[in-house]
């Protein structure tokens, strides 16, 4: 059964960091793109970023471009991201999401994706 778990949530003041772990089972990391989602209440979702390990693309929405990185631990079956120089407006609940396509070459990215539950992102001004 493929499973997805988010962690590394929180409330942190502007400027600030988190690191938001999606551990995943019943797959590997490596068979799948990764792709992290965002949504704020009354907004859309968007994705923020994907990284596909079998080739080692990345890619990232410009809003968050520079301040935001993805990796993947393979070891671990567990992809990360890294956001520093948080905002409020990344204020939202953070999904991540696996799809099984290579690739991450600029969204939107069409597949049929597995969810984890989401974690909640808070950045006080």
């Known amino acids: 059964e493929v499973q997805l778990v988010e962690s590394g949530g929180g409330l942190v003041q502007a400027g600030g960091s988190l690191r938001l772990s999606c551990a995943a089972s019943?797959?590997?990391?490596?068979?799948?793109?990764i792709v992290w989602f965002r949504q704020a209440p009354g907004k859309e979702r968007e994705e923020v970023s994907c990284?596909?390990?079998?080739?080692?693309?990345?890619d990232y929405t410009d809003s968050v471009k520079g301040r935001f990185t993805v990796s993947s631990d393979n070891d671990k079956n567990t992809v990360h991201l890294q956001m520093n120089s948080l905002k409020p407006e990344d204020t939202a609940v953070y999904y991540c999401?696996?799809?099984?396509?290579?690739?991450?070459?600029?969204?939107?990215?069409?597949?049929?994706?597995?969810w984890g539950q989401g974690t909640q992102v808070t950045v006080s001004s």
């Open positions: 999401a696996a799809g099984r396509f290579k690739g991450c070459t600029g969204g939107p990215y069409q597949a049929r994706f597995y």
């Open positions: 019943g797959f590997t990391v490596d068979d799948y793109a």
């Open positions: 990284i596909s390990t079998s080739d080692g693309t990345t």
